[in-house]
Nanobody, 123 residues
Framework: QVQLVESGGGLVQAGGSLRLSCAAS????????MGWFRQAPGKEREFVAA????????YYADSVKGRFTISRDNAKNTVYLQMNILKPEDTAVYYC????????????????WGQGTQVTVSS
């Protein structure tokens, strides 16, 4: 339906920055909202950020608000997650997600998941 390919993960020191990218292909029309989740070892997958098609609305988890910025380039069918002032607790596998809407994403109504990319933040 919708294929998502992630990139940009890696190792960074605390206080540093990373930019994740997620390129979408296939049938993307009905999956207008894009977002990011993350999952640390032994933890449940948690919501991080979401953005609607027009990029006029964004929503962030409290834990990342003010540090992370989600954006998208519809001409490239790509969504980004700029992560600044990274903390060790941000260490997780980050997953890109496509959903009919931001609201649907909040209810975990996900059309497609990316493969996940590892982000490791060292002290």
């Amino acid at each position: 339906q919708v294929q998502l390919v992630e990139s940009g993960g890696g190792l960074v020191q605390a206080g540093g920055s990373l930019r994740l990218s997620c390129a979408a292909s296939g049938r993307t029309f009905s999956s207008s909202a894009m977002g990011w989740f993350r999952q640390a070892p032994g933890k449940e997958r948690e919501f991080v950020a979401a953005i609607n098609f027009s990029a006029g609305y964004t929503y962030y988890a409290d834990s990342v608000k003010g540090r992370f910025t989600i954006s998208r380039d519809n001409a490239k069918n790509t969504v980004y997650l700029q992560m600044n002032i990274l903390k060790p607790e941000d260490t997780a596998v980050y997953y890109c997600a496509a959903s009919p809407s931001v609201t649907a994403m909040k209810y975990r109504n996900i059309d497609s998941w990316g493969q996940g990319t590892q982000v490791t933040v060292s002290s």
